[in-house]
């Protein structure tokens, strides 16, 4: 896989890279321009959802990129009304066609929805798409450690990656570690905490100033030495190659240990214990 981004290796030997590209709430038409600007700027690896309506608009650029499909990750989700055996088959089937691949790199379950007690039947459906080559690597996203508990013990394949949100103010450390011991990669979505707030707190912005970088490149220095897969969304053309342009500085202990000091355990979006939305 060729790409200025170094891979990480997951739980199965597959690389996948450690910086993507996030596409929720882009519309369609404008997520094939903002995808195709991502490629140009040397992302290979796209992040979108069933969910997000925009599968279309992205296989799109990826099909006029001229990209080799080798070098290309692509990753998409399951939307929580599509779990359960049957219907998991039937929807995979449905993103595939909307994005005009034969397979995808990562398949995720978006959220566990624990109300509804399906999420065991539908990873087995994934486990089935999986050894059938049509998703690389299987995955789970805004799982608890209690909800990878459940799957470990009721299923085969161990997911290889967990996407969660997680930034500055929301560390997961717990998360992390859980899934540091299981083998499982954590990736964090919302990574710039949707921009609101964070890029000009003053711990940010001292260092970003310090190392002559913007706070969103701070930001997801930290992510990348802390070891996770990133995945930030623009649509801005000057901001989505920035965002990218974070392999040439390091930030030193005591830059880890500010933004560390910065965790507060607070969400933006809903807890994945009692988010049942269909
Ligand atoms: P993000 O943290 O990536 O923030 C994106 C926002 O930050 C942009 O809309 C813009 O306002 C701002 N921004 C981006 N680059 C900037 C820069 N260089 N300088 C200043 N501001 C900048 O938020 P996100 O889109 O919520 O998360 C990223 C991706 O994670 C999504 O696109 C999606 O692919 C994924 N995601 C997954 C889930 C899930 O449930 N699995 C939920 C939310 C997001």
Redesign the pocket.
């Known amino acids: 896989m060729s790409s200025k981004v170094p891979p990480i290796i997951l739980n199965n030997g597959v690389e996948m890279p450690q910086l993507g590209f996030?596409?929720?709430?882009?519309p369609d038409d404008e997520a094939e321009r903002a995808v195709a600007t991502a490629l140009q700027a040397g992302y290979r690896s796209v992040?979108?959802?069933a969910v997000?309506g925009n599968e279309e608009g992205t296989g799109r650029a990826l099909a006029s990129s001229g990209i080799a499909r080798k070098d290309l990750f692509v990753t998409t989700?399951l939307w929580t009304s599509e779990q359960g055996y049957d219907a998991t088959l039937r929807a995979f089937d449905a993103s595939l066609e909307r994005l005009g691949l034969e397979y995808v790199d990562l398949y995720?379950i978006?959220?566990p929805a624990p109300a509804l007690a399906k999420a065991v039947d539908t990873y087995k459906a994934f486990e089935k798409i999986h050894a059938d080559g049509r998703a690389t690597s299987i995955g789970v996203?805004?799982f608890l450690p209690e909800h990878l508990e459940q799957l470990l013990d009721a299923t085969s394949v161990i997911p290889a990656v967990n996407?969660?949100?997680l930034?500055p103010r929301l560390q997961q450390r717990a998360a992390r570690e859980f899934h540091a011991e299981q083998g499982i990669a954590t990736e964090a979505?919302?990574?710039?905490?949707?921009?609101?707030g964070l890029?000009d707190v003053p711990a940010i912005v001292a260092i970003a100033q310090k190392h002559g970088r913007?706070?969103?490149?701070v930001v997801l220095r930290w992510h990348v030495q802390l070891g996770n897969v990133v995945?930030?969304?623009?649509?801005?053309p000057s901001?989505i190659v920035?965002?990218i342009d974070v392999y040439d500085f390091e930030l030193d202990t005591e830059d880890v240990a500010a933004i560390g000091a910065l965790n507060e355990d607070r969400r933006?979006?809903p807890d994945p214990a009692d988010f049942n939305v269909t």
């Open positions: 996030g596409v929720w709430q882009v992040d979108t959802a997000y989700k995720l978006h959220w996203s805004n996407q969660i949100e930034h979505w919302s990574p710039l905490g949707q921009g609101k890029l913007t706070p969103a490149q995945i930030p969304k623009s649509v801005t901001r920035e965002n933006l979006g």
